[in-house]
C-alpha cells in the first residue's frame, strides 16, 4: 500500500494536443480539512487507508502541496443541454489531475471538482458547495455498491471558504475516480467545428485505453467503439430504470463513452413507482424525468453518432441505435424478471410485472419496500414474517387479491421458496440511499461541523442488499419533513 505522495502518475490525456484541455493548477483552499475519505475505495486503489490519519491529507488532495508526478489540466468539452446546444463548455470547476497506476497496473483518472476557475468557467467562480460534494460522495458510491457502473469519489475536503449560491455556502471539493471522463461532448466540440482530425485523434484515444480489444484507424474498429459504447450506455439506464434511479441532469456532456453514470448533480431515487418523476428542481418541464431517461439517452447516443459520421458508415450508426434498444429493453426486462422473483422469460410474467408497476404507481405505494418484501412471499401466497405486507394487505383488498395472483404466477415460474428469496434479495436492496438520509448528513456537517454521518452512511450503503439490524431506521420509507426537499442544479 502507498501513502498519498507516492502515486503513480501516467498522464495520457496530457499527451494529446492541446486543443483538448487547459493546462492550469487548482486553486487550493488556504486552510482545508478532512470532510470525508473513502477508505475502502483508498485500498482498492492501492492507498494506504491509514492516510486517512494523515495530517496533512487534505492539503495534499486540494493542491496546496501538489501530488508528485500530477499534471492538472482542465478537459475541454460541448454538449447539448436541456435540448439545446451549448459549444463553450468544459472543465469550469474541476481539473484532471492525471491517471494514476494503481498496484494490478489498472489505470484511473483522479478528477478534483471545486478546484477553481478555468478558461471554461464562463464567469462563475470554479467552486462546489459542500452540500454538493456530499450529496456526489455518497451517490456515487451507493450506485457503485448497486452494481451500476458509475465514478466513485475517495473524498471531500472541506475549508472556510464561503461561495454564494442561493444562500452563502461553505466551499468544498471532492476527488472524483473513474476509468474515463471522456464523454460524449467530447467529441461534439470538434464535431460541430468541423475538426475531424481531432475526432479522430479522440477516438483513437478512447480505443486504446478502453477498448483495447477493438483495432482503432478503420470503418470497423470506429464502428465497434460505437457499438460498445451504445450497449454500455444501455446496461447503465436500464439499471437506473430497474433500480429506480432518476439522474437528473442528462446532458449529452454528462454521458460517459464507457457507460459510467456521470455528474451527480440533482439526482433521486424513486419513493413510488412514477414515471413522472423529475429529481432536478430545475427541470421545469420534466425532459430528464424518471420515465424518459432511456429515449434520451437515445437521443443522446445519435447526437454522438453524428460525431463519428466521419469514421463509420451509415449501417454501423444505424446498427448503434439497435444495439442500444435491444440491450436496453433485455437487460431492463431481465432485472425485472429477476426482482419479482421469475425464472423463465415468459410473456404472462412480463404482463404481471408491468400490471404491478400499474398498480404500484396507482396506490402511492414505495417501490422498493415493496420489491424487497416480496422475497417473504411464498409459492403457497403465505407472508406471516413480513409485517409490511400484511398490513398493505389489509387495507386493501386489490392488494390481497395481488398476493393470490403473484403466488399462482411462482408457482407457474419460479425456482424454490429459498433459493429465490436469496436471488431476489441481491437485486432487490435493503437500503436506498433516499434525499432524507442524505439530507440529514448535510445538515450535521453545515450545522455542527459534524462529519461522522457521511461515512456512516457511505459504509451502510457498502452492502445495500444486506440485513443490518443496527441500521434498521435507514431502511424505512422517507419521513414526512423530507417530502418537501427538492433538489436543483445549484444545490
Not at 463553450?88 to 494503481?102: E, K, S
Request: hydrophobic share 35%; charged share 30%; aromatic share 12%.
Amino acid at each position: 500500500m502507498r501513502k498519498i505522495t507516492e502515486l503513480r502518475f501516467e498522464n495520457t490525456y496530457a499527451e494529446l494536443p492541446h486543443e483538448f484541455y487547459q493546462k492550469k493548477d487548482p486553486v487550493p483552499f488556504k486552510s482545508p480539512h478532512m470532510v470525508a475519505f473513502n477508505e475502502t475505495l483508498a485500498a482498492e486503489l492501492g492507498i494506504d487507508p491509514d492516510e486517512k490519519r494523515n495530517p496533512l491529507l487534505a492539503e495534499h488532495l486540494c493542491g496546496k502541496r501538489p501530488l508528485a508526478g500530477a499534471d492538472p489540466l482542465a478537459m475541454y468539452y460541448a454538449g447539448w443541454q436541456f435540448g439545446v446546444y451549448n459549444p463553450d463548455l468544459g472543465d469550469g470547476r474541476a481539473l484532471l489531475l492525471g491517471q494514476i497506476i494503481d498496484e494490478r497496473s489498472r489505470r484511473w483518472d483522479l478528477h478534483l471538482k471545486g478546484c477553481g476557475a478555468t478558461r471554461f468557467s464562463r464567469g462563475f467562480d470554479g467552486r462546489a458547495t459542500l452540500k454538493s460534494s456530499i450529496r456526489e460522495y455518497l451517490g456515487s458510491e451507493a450506485l457503485h455498491h448497486l452494481g451500476i457502473p458509475s465514478t466513485r469519489a475517495l473524498c471531500v475536503v472541506g475549508s472556510r471558504e464561503k461561495i454564494e449560491r442561493e444562500t452563502r455556502e461553505p466551499a468544498a471539493m471532492m476527488l472524483r475516480v473513474a476509468e474515463t471522463h471522456v464523454r460524449f461532448g467530447s467529441f461534439e466540440g470538434f464535431y460541430y467545428r468541423n475538426e475531424e482530425k481531432s475526432i479522430r485523434t479522440l477516438a483513437d484515444y478512447v480505443i486504446a485505453r478502453h477498448y483495447p480489444e477493438i483495432t482503432s484507424g478503420t470503418k470497423e474498429g470506429y464502428g465497434g467503439f460505437l457499438l460498445a459504447t451504445a450497449e454500455k450506455t444501455a446496461v447503465t439506464v436500464a439499471k437506473w430504470q430497474a433500480f429506480g434511479f432518476t439522474h437528473g441532469v442528462m446532458n449529452t456532456d454528462n454521458m460517459s463513452v464507457t457507460g459510467l453514470t456521470l455528474d451527480y448533480g440533482p439526482y433521486g431515487f424513486l419513493e413510488t413507482f412514477d414515471r413522472d418523476y423529475v429529481s432536478n428542481h430545475s427541470d421545469h418541464f420534466g425532459r430528464y424525468s424518471y420515465g424518459n431517461q432511456s429515449a434520451i439517452a437515445r437521443w443522446n447516443l445519435e447526437k454522438f453518432t453524428k460525431c463519428l459520421e466521419g469514421l463509420v458508415d451509415k449501417k454501423q450508426a444505424a446498427r448503434a441505435i439497435e444495439i442500444y434498444n435491444k440491450t436496453f429493453s433485455e437487460t431492463y426486462r431481465e432485472l425485472m424478471l429477476r426482482k419479482f422473483g421469475f425464472e423463465k422469460e415468459k410473456r404472462e410474467s412480463l404482463r404481471f410485472v408491468e400490471k404491478t408497476l400499474g398498480m404500484l404507481a396507482e396506490s402511492g405505494t414505495d417501490y422498493h419496500i415493496f420489491l424487497r418484501s416480496l422475497s417473504d412471499v411464498s409459492r403457497d401466497g403465505s407472508f406471516e414474517k413480513n409485517p409490511w405486507l400484511a398490513e398493505l394487505c389489509a387495507t386493501s383488498g386489490q392488494w390481497q387479491q395481488w398476493i393470490s395472483e403473484y403466488a399462482w404466477e411462482l408457482r407457474e415460474n419460479s425456482l424454490p421458496d429459498r433459493e429465490r428469496k436469496k436471488l431476489m434479495d441481491s437485486v432487490n436492496p435493503r437500503y436506498v440511499l433516499r434525499n432524507h438520509i442524505m439530507e440529514t448528513a448535510i445538515r450535521e456537517a453545515l450545522e455542527r461541523e459534524d462529519y461522522s454521518e457521511i461515512e456512516k452512511v457511505r459504509k451502510i450503503f457498502e452492502n445495500p442488499f444486506s440485513e443490518q439490524p443496527e441500521h434498521e431506521s435507514y431502511a424505512g420509507a422517507s419521513p414526512e419533513w423530507a417530502k418537501s426537499l427538492v433538489v436543483s442544479c445549484l444545490s
